[in-house]
């Protein structure tokens, strides 16, 4: 096998990527490291991360802003889809993963590298993400995968760091895996992996405590179009934009915090706690809208869909053929999902109190009045129901004369 002579490395600035620049000079003898960061809105200097690959021993650091094409591409398809893995996790780092493969792809390309490289550990999601999605775009690539392969613990880990002069970026008596971008936080290890201990407030930054949260609940409407949304009240917003205003808003309130035991691709349970208030309101909106939008039929069938849609994502085949075959699917849904939904935020609650759509609504007030407006035809109620439970009314009768 060709050894290999440059590598790109995903790059975080965390424990396990700094380790990784040295690791993979030293440990694989390769002579150029190219670190990629991806800018997905996480709140950081980059440009401090930037100087610390530097300081590690990269060879070239690159910045790359992803912002947009995070919320567009990914963060919008997952609302439309109304993705939550276990009907809980609406995957805001699982999205992330698929998008920083990509571009690690088109930077070994451009830079003529023979590899790309991830510090994921051999137990968690993100390595799988990672695999599956280079092997998708860049099937010539060889993937190195230092922390799957060194047998260190986070300790070690950063005692390993330490020698080459690379800083802690967390502290040693609090261990805490944290993963942030613009549509959430996930936070794990540390006392968390106790599921019976409850996770401390200090933990939290994006959603408010609920002795924190206001004392009054604010009504708020958010606006769709063609299953996207457009806009929170009567101000039209970007992409980005709503997002940040729907963590901000819901995130005030205490409303988007997930504890959850999970089912881990590679076959364990863990305990892992989210932070997603945007993502986790705006997907409850679109949900709700869908029930006044789209056919009875559709909406159960979606629901299967919708379901899949998620364990795809959070397996890692976001660049799969049913992944893509799915999404047509659900393109050819949302048409008519325009309107608006009225959401009640209070105490860590976002609570439905109204959705409409002028014009593409399924709801007849004509058909569901009780009042003298009413047109329903109740007398041809009776015979729907003979023949709707005719089968039942047949099986009743045969069992009743066996007995």
Same mark, same amino acid.
């Given at each position: 096998?060709?050894?290999?002579?440059?590598?790109?490395?995903?790059?975080?600035?965390?424990?396990?990527?700094?380790?990784?620049?040295?690791?993979?000079?030293?440990?694989?003898?390769?002579?150029?490291?190219?670190?990629?960061?991806?800018?997905?809105?996480?709140?950081?200097?980059?440009?401090?991360?930037?100087?610390?690959?530097?300081?590690?021993?990269?060879?070239?650091?690159?910045?790359?802003?992803?912002?947009?094409?995070?919320?567009?591409?990914?963060?919008?398809?997952?609302?439309?889809?109304?993705?939550?893995?276990?009907?809980?996790?609406?995957?805001?780092?699982?999205?992330?993963?698929?998008?920083?493969?990509?571009?690690? #792809?088109? &930077?070994?390309?451009?830079? !003529?590298?023979? =590899?790309? %490289? +991830? @510090?994921?550990?051999?137990?968690?999601?993100?390595?799988?993400?990672?695999?599956?999605?280079?092997?998708?775009?860049?099937?010539?690539?060889?993937?190195?995968?230092?922390?799957?392969?060194?047998?260190?613990?986070?300790?070690?880990?950063?005692?390993?760091?330490?020698?080459?002069?690379?800083?802690?970026?967390?502290?040693?008596?609090?261990?805490?895996?944290?993963?942030?971008?613009?549509?959430?936080?996930?936070?794990?290890?540390?006392?968390?992996?106790?599921?019976?201990?409850?996770?401390?407030?200090?933990?939290?930054?994006?959603?408010?405590?609920?002795?924190?949260?206001?004392?009054?609940?604010?009504?708020?409407?958010?606006?769709?179009?063609?299953?996207?949304?457009?806009?929170?009240?009567?101000?039209?917003?970007?992409? #980005?934009? &709503?997002?940040?205003?729907? !963590?901000?808003? =819901?995130? %005030? +309130? @205490?409303?988007?915090?997930?504890?959850?035991?999970?089912?881990?691709?590679?076959?364990?349970?863990?305990?892992?706690?989210?932070?997603?208030?945007?993502?986790?309101?705006?997907?409850?909106?679109?949900?709700?809208?869908?029930?006044?939008?789209?056919?009875?039929?559709?909406?159960?069938?979606?629901?299967?869909?919708?379901?899949?849609?998620?364990?795809?994502?959070?397996?890692?085949?976001?660049?799969?053929?049913?992944?893509?075959?799915?999404?047509?699917?659900?393109?050819?849904?949302?048409?008519?999902?325009?309107?608006?939904?009225?959401?009640?935020?209070?105490?860590?609650?976002?609570?439905?109190?109204?959705?409409?759509?002028?014009?593409?609504?399924?709801?007849?007030?004509?058909?569901?009045?009780?009042?003298?407006?009413?047109?329903?035809?109740?007398?041809?109620?009776?015979?729907?129901?003979?023949?709707? @439970?005719?089968?039942?009314?047949?099986?009743?009768?045969?069992?009743?004369?066996?007995?």
């Amino acid at each position: 096998m060709q050894k290999v002579k440059k590598v790109v490395l995903a790059y975080s600035g965390g424990v396990d990527t700094s380790v990784c620049i040295p690791y993979l000079k030293n440990e694989y003898g390769i002579s150029e490291v190219v670190t990629f960061v991806a800018d997905l809105g996480q709140g950081e200097d980059l440009e401090v991360i930037k100087e610390k690959a530097l300081k590690s021993g990269a060879s070239e650091s690159i910045i790359g802003n992803l912002v947009d094409t995070f919320v567009e591409r990914y963060a919008f398809p997952a609302i439309r889809a109304n993705a939550l893995y276990s009907e809980k996790y609406p995957l805001s780092t699982a999205l992330a993963r698929p998008l920083i493969a990509e571009n690690l #792809v088109n &930077i070994a390309r451009e830079s !003529n590298a023979d =590899a790309v %490289a +991830h @510090g994921c550990t051999g137990k968690g999601n993100d390595q799988v993400r990672f695999d599956l999605a280079i092997n998708a775009l860049g099937p010539h690539l060889k993937i190195i995968t230092p922390a799957r392969e060194w047998n260190m613990s986070r300790e070690e880990a950063i005692l390993y760091g330490e020698q080459f002069g690379i800083p802690a970026p967390v502290s040693k008596k609090s261990p805490y895996s944290i993963d942030v971008n613009l549509l959430g936080r996930s936070i794990e290890a540390g006392l968390l992996e106790d599921p019976m201990q409850e996770p401390p407030e200090d933990i939290f930054a994006m959603t408010s405590s609920i002795d924190d949260a206001p004392n009054s609940p604010q009504d708020i409407e958010i606006v769709f179009k063609n299953g996207f949304p457009i806009g929170i009240g009567n101000e039209l917003l970007k992409p #980005v934009e &709503i997002i940040n205003k729907a !963590n901000h808003l =819901a995130g %005030a +309130h @205490g409303f988007g915090r997930i504890d959850m035991i999970e089912d881990r691709v590679v076959g364990i349970k863990s305990r892992e706690i989210y932070e997603s208030p945007g993502l986790l309101l705006l997907i409850k909106a679109h949900q709700e809208l869908e029930t006044i939008t789209l056919n009875p039929e559709v909406i159960d069938f979606k629901g299967t869909i919708e379901k899949k849609w998620a364990q795809l994502v959070y397996q890692g085949f976001w660049f799969g053929p049913l992944k893509q075959s799915l999404d047509a699917f659900i393109e050819s849904t949302q048409n008519s999902v325009n309107g608006r939904v009225k959401i009640r935020l209070h105490k860590g609650n976002a609570i439905v109190i109204g959705r409409l759509s002028e014009n593409n609504s399924l709801y007849r007030e004509d058909l569901a009045t009780y009042s003298k407006d009413d047109i329903f035809k109740h007398k041809q109620a009776e015979g729907f129901i003979y023949m709707w @439970g005719m089968s039942n009314k047949i099986w009743a009768e045969l069992n009743s004369k066996n007995k």
